[in-house]
């Protein structure tokens, strides 16, 4: 299985900050990465797919990058809605693991 | 209303079973893969299983494989998860998610329904 790891585990932000999460792949997967936010309670929401493709109706502060084994999620300009969880995903090859989580706390 | 509802949740003792159900509408179903996703309390997502359009193609996470069957029906616009011989470990909220057609992402999902597997 393709183990995915994220690092933060989680961090402490202010409105207005740029923040970036990294997300490493245990081996090669193209770039077949996508990112989703969860808030407490709720299911989780696609942000963005094929490692950089902004989901519809997402914020454009919202970016993904990166391709092979290493990919950033970054959120320009940090808002009061943005304070969640996010999680990366594989889809390069069964079973299609997810990362562990970063949470994104307000500083 | 573009939207996905899960069912059938709950209590169950250890070695029971129990079937949850995905309720879609607002959507073309039988055009999309559709998956179940867990998530233990507090914990992170776990992919569970997938399923292919016509229902003739399954994949499941070694940890369920042989325990859990997906199905679905297209007529009755619904995803199923049977599951048995369940164990405390299989406690979590359990998601159906939509294949968004193309990109190998999960576009929509459903609120999610609590199993509790308790003695």
């Known amino acids: 299985d393709i183990q995915m790891t994220q690092s933060p585990s989680s961090l402490s932000a202010s409105v207005g900050d740029r923040v970036t999460i990294t997300c490493r792949a245990s081996?090669?997967?193209?770039?077949?990465v996508n990112w989703y936010q969860q808030k407490p309670g709720k299911a989780p929401n696609l942000l963005i797919y094929?490692?950089?493709s902004l989901q519809s109706g997402v914020p454009s502060r919202f970016s993904g990058g990166g391709s092979g084994t290493d990919f950033t999620l970054t959120v320009d300009s940090l808002q009061p809605d943005d304070f969640a969880a996010y999680y990366c995903?594989?889809?390069?090859?069964?079973?299609?693991?997810f990362g562990p989580g970063t949470k994104v706390e307000i500083k | 209303e573009v939207q996905l509802v899960e069912s059938g949740g709950g209590l169950v003792q250890p070695g029971g079973s129990l079937r949850l159900s995905c309720a879609a509408s607002?959507?073309?179903?039988?055009?999309?893969?559709m998956h179940w996703v867990r998530q233990a309390p507090g914990k992170g997502l776990v992919w569970v299983s997938r399923?292919?359009?016509?229902?003739?193609?399954?994949t499941y996470a070694d940890s369920v494989e042989g325990r859990f069957t997906i199905s679905r029906d297209n007529a009755k616009n619904t995803l199923y998860l049977q599951m048995s011989s369940l164990r405390a470990d299989d406690t979590a909220v359990y998601y159906c998610?939509?294949?968004?057609?193309?990109?190998?992402?999960?576009?929509?999902w459903g609120r999610g329904t609590l199993v509790t597997v308790s003695s």
């Open positions: 998610a939509r294949d968004a057609l193309e990109s190998r992402s999960f576009d929509l």
């Open positions: 607002g959507f073309t179903f039988s055009s999309h893969w």
């Open positions: 399923l292919n359009t016509d229902g003739t193609r399954t």
């Open positions: 081996q090669y997967i193209s770039i077949y």
């Open positions: 094929a490692a950089s």
């Open positions: 995903q594989q889809t390069y090859s069964t079973p299609w693991t």
